[in-house]
Nanobody, 116 residues
Framework: QVQLVESGGGLVQPGGSLRLSCAAS????????MSWYRQAPGKERELVAS????????NYADSVKGRFTISRDNAKTTVYLQMNSLKPEDTAVYYC?????????WGQGTQVTVSS
């Protein structure tokens, strides 16, 4: 069955870095666009970054441009989110999502907490 499993979250101090991973299985990963979303307490889920199926294009929320980098390894069926210069407002549950036409899959999320 389809699985998206996020990992790499945790507690980090402001200014620190984390690298999130999302391991995919159960579908043809290389034909899907992949995205990272996040949801902070009391807020709506928002798009953080996305990457096309062959890594030709990427897109970032204004709030993370220059600090976060999305990448993927189709051979390992994994998408990554490198997060640098983290801020307290980056605290949220981070989810990966796979999209192709009408098909959409979500992971269960990984908590990222930025605090001193």
């Amino acid at each position: 069955q389809v699985q998206l499993v996020e990992s790499g979250g945790g507690l980090v101090q402001p200014g620190g870095s984390l690298r999130l991973s999302c391991a995919a299985s159960g579908f043809t990963f290389g034909t899907y666009a992949m995205s990272w979303y996040r949801q902070a307490p009391g807020k709506e889920r928002e798009l953080v970054a996305s990457i096309s199926s062959l890594s030709v294009s990427t897109n970032y929320a204004d709030s993370v441009k220059g600090r976060f980098t999305i990448s993927r390894d189709n051979a390992k069926t994994t998408v990554y989110l490198q997060m640098n210069s983290l801020k307290p407002e980056d605290t949220a549950v981070y989810y990966c999502r796979a999209d192709r036409s009408l098909a959409r899959y979500w992971g269960q999320g990984t908590q990222v907490t930025v605090s001193s």
